[in-house]
């Protein structure tokens, strides 16, 4: 049973530039969860898409921007990148519940 | 202000010694969930507590839910190398809501 999946691993862009992450959630799950984690802190609450719906967002600006898609997988859009984007972005999938599921996240730099 | 406070930030112990964390919050927290998170990795779910008063154990692992739902502790009985990592509580706050609100974390080194 495959768990959640993120890619790309690694990526680096320059300032100004947009970014697309991708997650397919845990097999069974309906809901995806964004959440990004900046070096040394608790990862922070993007926002969470189910049935194909953003149903929740956290305090980041519109530049951050979601789509899910009818077999449950996700993409998480950046745009007009800015340094402080620079961290580990974690996707975690859920079926109506609290418990959520973390994929392996992945490490965007903006240099 | 940080909704969830961990401590210690950081601790070191030797194998074999005893430890505990805590997280502390002023809300209330309908559930609430500890993470490992190892480096460049996601956090790992240990365990969820969504009764006041709750315990679980997980092996060397016993979690705790305060009577009010508003903090958590984790100790950890004979510790390993293996246990050595991030370790993260995140709560939900209220209810109807699925929007987990993450500590700061402990960052824990188990001393061979």
């Known amino acids: 049973d495959a768990g959640v999946t993120q890619s790309p691993t690694h990526l680096i862009k320059t300032r100004g530039q947009q970014v697309t992450l991708r997650c397919s959630p845990k097999?069974?799950?309906?809901?995806v969860s964004w959440y990004q984690q900046a070096l040394g802190q608790g990862p922070q609450f993007i926002f969470q898409y189910y049935e194909e719906e953003e149903r929740q967002r956290g305090n980041f600006p519109d530049r951050f921007s979601g789509h899910q898609f009818p077999n449950y997988s996700s993409e998480l859009n950046v745009n007009a990148l800015l340094l402080g984007d620079s961290a580990l972005y974690l996707c975690?999938?859920?079926?109506?519940?609290?418990?959520?599921?973390f994929g392996p996240g992945t490490r965007l730099t903006v240099l | 202000t940080q909704l969830l406070e961990q401590s210690p930030q950081f601790l070191s112990i030797q194998e074999g010694e005893n430890l505990t964390v805590y997280c502390n919050s002023s809300?209330?927290?309908?559930?609430l969930q500890w993470y490992r998170q190892e480096p460049g990795e996601g956090p790992v779910l240990l365990v969820t507590v969504v009764t006041g008063g709750e315990v679980k154990k997980l092996k060397r692992l016993t979690f705790q839910f305060g009577d009010a739902r508003k903090d958590s502790s984790l100790h950890i009985t004979a510790a390993q190398p293996g246990d050595t990592g991030l370790y993260l509580c995140a709560g939900i706050v209220g209810f109807g809501n699925e929007k987990l609100t993450f500590g700061t974390g402990t960052r824990l080194t188990i001393i061979p």
């Open positions: 809300s209330v927290f309908s559930s």
């Open positions: 097999s069974g799950h309906d809901t």
């Open positions: 975690a999938s859920s079926l109506m519940g609290p418990e959520q599921f």
